[in-house]
């Protein structure tokens, strides 16, 4: 008797998302899940797909994002769903855009502009957030981390300058546990930021606690990413530890000329820190970061280009050089003129990026920041360019690494516990995608190009993408962690 299925992949090299060398077969999906891997030649379904010996792999999982608005306001999430993710953990760096409301009272401290305007922060908690995407889903599935420079905005009524007071803190502690019974993941720290920077560890830690009687994690921009790197790893694992907590290392990274080669010891660090603790950090492929422009953060940089200001918009796209030759100005002196902004510095060094990629602990992140014209170039091109540049093209790591990386391992760390791997039972979260032209195609110059080599992309059992193009589904969900 035939097997019956909704969706067929046949014809393809299934790369399962656990490191495991791929091999050929197809996948059969029924409903929401797979329901076969492997021989699929007896399987009926009403949509066939011929892989045409193209891979098959679990569906990206970009573990760095900020895409808690454009969630909701752009659903469709085309600079993802072209790069084949499917699902995306936002909230991240200190900064989620619930729970949060703004005051007239007091400007939002740096960096929370990064996800809207004052009038775009509307949801006084993560309840009415969660509400709203499932009232109108995206068309990829969203996990959601609670921000610490945004409960201590609102906690401390914008007065950031400042360690939060005991009264403070059990507000935020409130919100943790509320925002936690709603469904969020963990808490996100941005220490670096104006809005986080004068937060005691002893501060972060009892947010962490809060998240850890939930089984939440804790994601951290850290403090210092340049001289200070390893006494900042120090900090998150202290912070670890006092929840109780599985830590994740933001975008790791060593910025600054002097600093450069310094992931070696921070990587090393880390390891040892592995024995005792959980410890894990994601990376994005390119030298460059991007974030909110700070005049203390351009010396840093090698050069530094504007993605936007609202006081001069026809700077984006400009180097903060170029502005301060044609201004008559030093380029800090720019910079406070454009300032409110947001700026890519480079800042990193090539062979710090690959280690840290290749690193075994490491994930995926992109770290995109949606909503200018012309943004960090890693938002609309990070997984394929970790598949076609640094996999296919500069062999760091063999394919099924690269995809392991952006799959299985990250839904072990987060605790997705149905996701990340192609096996029978799992949500059918897929990507098909051509091994040999997959690429990134978005640069600096041209940032918002779309990625060459993805064919399909399936979203609990549902096609957003097909031969190129988007369809109008929305199946996307919200991610709860499973294992705590
Ligand atoms: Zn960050």
Redesign the pocket.
Known sequence: MAVRADIVIDNATIIDGTGSPGVPGGIAVAGDRISVVGDVSGVEARHRIDAGGHVVAPGFIDC?T?DDRMLLDEPGMTCKVTQGVTTVVAG???VSLAPFLPSDDWDMPV?MALLGEKKQYKFPSFRDYAKAFERAPAAINAAMLCGHNTLRAEAMQGDVKRPATEIEIARMQQKVRETMEAGAIGISS?L??PAGFDAPTSEVAALAEAAGKYGGLYAT?LRDEAEKLVQSIEEAAEIGRAGQVAVVL??HKITGRNNWGGTKLSLERIEQLAEGQTIHFDVYPYVA?A?ALMVERISVAEKVLIVASDKHPRTAGWYLHDIAEEWGMTQAEAAEELIPAQAIYFAMHEDDVRRVLAHPRAMVGS?GIPGTDAPHPRLWGTFPRVLGYYSRQEKLFPLETAVHKMTGHTASVFGFRDRGVLRPGAVADITVFDPETVLDRATFEKPTTPSDGIDHVIVGGEVVFEDGKQTAARPGRLVRRDAA
Do not use: F, I
């Open positions: 760095h900020h991240n760096c200190g960096p941005g670096m930021y921009h933001s975008h970061s974030t770290d």
